[in-house]
């Protein structure tokens, strides 16, 4: 595991947030439309089937994507440069993004029961929960470490009045 750099260090933490996040993500995602899809299709007809989940994560497999490549070619950058005034409205788009992450991070909690397995699950289905919770579990400290530790570095006395 990558260890993270001092919280008030912009420069590094948005190289940390590429390295651990960003590219966990783009490992996570194809791997869990597969496996979902995968579910869906053998156990169609099973009660607790998580009907709509591999497009759901498709989705946001392609929303992830584009916000990542915002930060990555204009955000980071710039934070990176020292910013300036304008960086508070690509700041206020992300944090947009992020509400978005975690309203469908909640749709994901409610397509699979909270992550709940019905009994007799197969192999499948389990490791789907398996890692369905990991990726939760990253993009939420993901949103996180953007939101309260490394946006509140940039902001400025207007923003602050806003």
């Avoid at 993270?4 to 420069?11: F, G, K, S, W």
């Avoid at 409205?89 to 469908?104: K, L, T």
Wanted: glycine fraction near 4%; aromatic fraction near 6%; charged fraction near 25%.
């Amino acid at each position: 595991m990558i260890e993270a750099p001092p919280a008030n260090d912009p420069a590094a933490l948005t190289q940390y947030i590429e390295t651990r996040f960003h590219t966990r993500h783009r490992e996570q995602l194809p791997e869990l439309v597969e496996l979902a899809v995968r579910v869906e299709s053998v156990h169609a007809q099973a009660p607790g089937v998580p009907a709509g989940l591999s497009v759901l994560l498709h989705r946001m497999y392609g929303e992830l994507e584009v916000h990542m490549k915002k930060e990555e070619l204009i955000l980071f950058p710039a934070m990176r440069q020292g910013a300036g005034p304008g960086i508070q409205h690509p700041i206020s788009v992300m944090r947009s993004d992020h509400d978005d992450h975690s309203a469908e991070i909640a749709e994901l909690r409610r397509l699979t029961n909270n992550l709940r397995l019905p009994v007799n699950a197969c192999r499948t289905w389990t490791v789907l929960y398996e890692k369905l919770q990991i990726f939760i579990d990253d993009l939420e400290a993901h949103i996180h470490l953007e939101n309260e530790v490394l946006f509140p570095q940039f902001k400025t006395d207007a923003s602050a009045e806003t």
